[in-house]
């Protein structure tokens, strides 16, 4: 089973997917879209963020599921 993690902002208070974390490093990384994420119904940017790991709480998943399929961290 490949780990699977999601990170919490504890200033922004929003919830991302994460791509990966260097805990020796204490470096999260993550894609964002940008302001304008949408136009025309289609995605047209989005950029690579590198921030600090202390700044979220890193939440792994459990591997299980909740009664409508919603994966459980």
Request: charged share 35%; net charge neutral; proline share 1%.
């Amino acid at each position: 089973m490949i780990p699977n993690f999601r990170a919490f902002n504890k200033k922004t208070k929003k919830m991302y997917s994460i791509d990966g974390f260097k805990s020796s490093e204490r470096k999260i990384y993550r894609c964002s879209l940008a302001d304008d994420e949408f136009r025309s119904g289609r995605l047209e940017t989005f950029h690579f963020v590198e921030d600090n790991l202390d700044n979220y709480i890193l939440m792994q998943s459990t591997g299980l599921k909740d009664k409508e399929e919603t994966e459980i961290f």
